[in-house]
């Protein structure tokens, strides 16, 4: 058995009341080609070949119609009341447990903001409305955007504490990094440093290792989703990290900086602690905006008015995301009202999501100033899970 799966699935029935959905229906083939992502959280690693109908009810019934050469493998996950098998069609199966159960509504995985809850191939969809034709159901079809959004952002006792292990071996990393860290060193070499600790300890990267960690050092480094370069550490550069890991299936995601300090020089100069300072006071006025029922767009604006008011350029990315299996986990994001992240900047905070917080500035001559921590949002507002960057580490 699968604890997360157990766990998450033991959550679908309170949320499909709370968001007044009498059934959810998740309904995918071949998934090894590229599943819906929501099935790690309620079929765990297994691939379902055939048409398969995994089904739960604000009542607690959870069915899974799968093919017949996946029986086993459905039962022994300990999440279904009942598998049922088939041979030649769902059809008639699917049919037959919808007319018993009779759902006003059926959600469907399908979302315009929401990638991770968007897991219905359109294939699949017009798949499903032909099995569907000819019934009432076609027209009970709903989103079930806002119930993937809950059940993979309130993360379980056990997801929270493999994210708290992640960060923590991210943190672990870091610190051995920065006691080698030297100049003449270039971006590349620091990445890789990083990157064999990764390697040696087993562990997978929260995103691609290509440009994990992203290493930014002094004013000409490209800032964004790149890999490192070969531009060398130089004394009077700042040196930004971006760096996560995936332990046990959950990630990490954290940002830190060093500052090499020239010739003569006791303490950064004055624009770069300026800088430095602006961000930790952005991180802080974002994490007093955390409370659940709050907008994201708040959150997200909270920090941007320091960053702005502090008389540096809106830095054009959200302020905060969800981390959880995957880097990026989707839902709510703390961002702002930008065409681009559609509706989820304003779906409200819930207890339990893990969000970043990473507000960012360039200081012209010396480099970009980027901190990212981690927090986890509670019933009385937010608790860091990540330490806390808040004086410039010093080389």
């Known amino acids: 058995m699968n604890p997360i799966v157990i766990e998450k699935t033991r959550q679908t029935a309170s949320l499909l009341k ?39 009810t604000c009542s607690g019934e959870s069915l899974a119609i799968v093919g017949r050469f996946e029986t086993e493998t459905a039962e022994n996950l300990g999440a279904f009341s009942r598998v049922i098998p088939y041979d030649e069609s769902i059809r008639s199966v699917l049919l037959a447990e919808l007319e018993r159960l009779n759902p006003a509504q059926i959600a469907i995985n399908y979302s315009e903001s929401d990638v991770l809850a968007d897991g219905l191939s359109h294939g699949m969809y017009l798949n499903l409305l032909a099995l569907l034709e000819g019934t009432p159901f076609t027209g009970r079809l709903i989103s079930a955007e806002h119930l993937i959004s809950s059940l993979r952002g309130r993360k379980s006792d056990l997801e929270i504490a493999r994210i708290r292990q992640a960060i923590a071996i991210t943190e672990e990393i870091y610190a051995k990094a920065f006691a080698n860290l030297s100049p003449g060193m270039s971006e590349i070499e620091a990445a890789g440093m990083m990157q064999a600790e990764v390697l040696k300890r087993g562990l997978g990267f929260a995103w691609p290792r290509a440009n994990n960690p992203a290493v930014n050092s002094g004013p000409d480094s490209p800032v964004g989703h790149n890999a490192p370069t070969g531009i060398r550490i130089e004394r009077g550069h700042l040196l930004h990290f971006d760096f996560g890991v995936r332990e046990s299936d959950y990630c990490s995601d954290i940002q830190r900086m060093v500052y090499f300090l020239k010739p003569g020089e006791s303490q950064p100069p004055a624009p770069v602690r ?91 001559g010396y480099g970009y100033v980027g901190l990212e921590e981690d927090i986890l949002v509670t019933g009385g507002g937010a608790v860091f899970l990540s330490t806390p960057q808040t004086e410039l580490i010093l080389k």
């Open 274 to 364: 300026k800088g430095f300072n602006t961000v930790v006071q952005a991180i802080q006025a974002a994490f007093n905006a955390v409370r659940p029922g709050a907008q994201g767009v708040e959150v997200d604006q909270a920090a941007r008015a320091v960053v702005m008011g502090a008389g540096y350029p809106e830095y054009k990315y959200a302020t905060g995301h969800q981390v959880g299996r995957l880097a990026h986990d989707g839902g709510a994001i703390l961002g702002p009202a930008w065409d681009r992240y559609g509706r989820t900047p304003f779906l409200p905070l819930e207890v339990g999501q893990v969000f970043t917080l990473e507000p960012g500035l360039m200081v012209p």
């Open 18 to 56: 709370e968001n007044n959905i009498d059934l959810w229906l998740t309904f995918v083939r071949e998934t090894s080609a590229g599943g819906d992502p929501i099935l790690p959280l309620i079929y765990g690693d297994s691939d379902l070949t055939w048409q398969s109908a995994l089904i739960f």
